[in-house]
């Protein structure tokens, strides 16, 4: 693989230190949260169990840096700026969402990090909800997606990590594409911490 140099020249990895076998994070930028945003909201739909009720969970885990503050969610609904919906069922439909809504001007200036997972409660993995998605979108626009994504590529895992939003070097909030999976769910986070440490130490 070949990188542009300072002088617009190609590198290969090993100039910068890069060994062979090396395990590469690439982190996708999904958007520049514009200064004029503060209210954001993270939408969870996801379909029930083929044959029975069951939840799919999402959660709001909030790190500075690689320290573990707390977490958001059906439990543990609100955190300073971070609200959780709880579980919006339609028993109709066979269908369900949550929603996690975000004051970024007010998250306290020690938090650097809030990751956004899915995990699967009683099921074994996340392939037992139908066509789980997510959107992403300032509260006053709700009809306007920023973005939106599905995580087909986790269904055999018990629980994945959506994405993330992060301070720059600036201050400034940035959406961040994740998709690592992880063991782990609503009832014992401590794997999905463990994966997003390690996430936030590959500099996620």
Not at 171 to 188: L, P, T, V, Y
Request: with cysteine.
């Amino acid at each position: 693989m070949n990188v542009t140099g300072p002088n617009g020249g190609y590198t290969t990895l090993s100039d910068h230190g890069v060994k062979p076998n090396s395990t590469i994070c690439l982190v996708i930028c999904l958007f520049s949260i514009p200064e004029n945003f503060d209210d954001v909201v993270f939408d969870l739909y996801r379909g029930f169990p083929y044959h029975k009720r069951d939840y799919l969970e999402a959660s709001c885990l909030i790190f500075n840096r690689t320290a573990f503050q707390r977490v958001v969610d059906y439990g543990h609904n609100t955190a300073t700026a971070v609200r959780h919906s709880g579980d919006i069922m339609d028993n109709a439909h066979r269908t369900g969402h949550h929603t996690i809504s975000v004051s970024l001007k007010n998250i306290p200036s020690n938090v650097t990090h809030l990751f956004f997972t899915l995990s699967a409660w009683n099921s074994p993995n996340i392939a037992q909800y139908p066509n789980p998605s997510f959107k992403f979108y300032d509260a006053s626009k709700p009809g306007k997606d920023l973005c939106k994504t599905t995580f087909h590529h986790a269904r055999n895992s018990q629980a994945v990590v959506m994405c993330s939003i992060s301070r720059n070097s600036q201050g400034r909030w940035e959406m961040f594409e994740s998709g690592q999976i992880s063991a782990g769910n609503a009832k014992n986070y401590t794997s999905l911490v463990s994966t997003i440490q390690q996430l936030i130490s590959r500099g996620v």
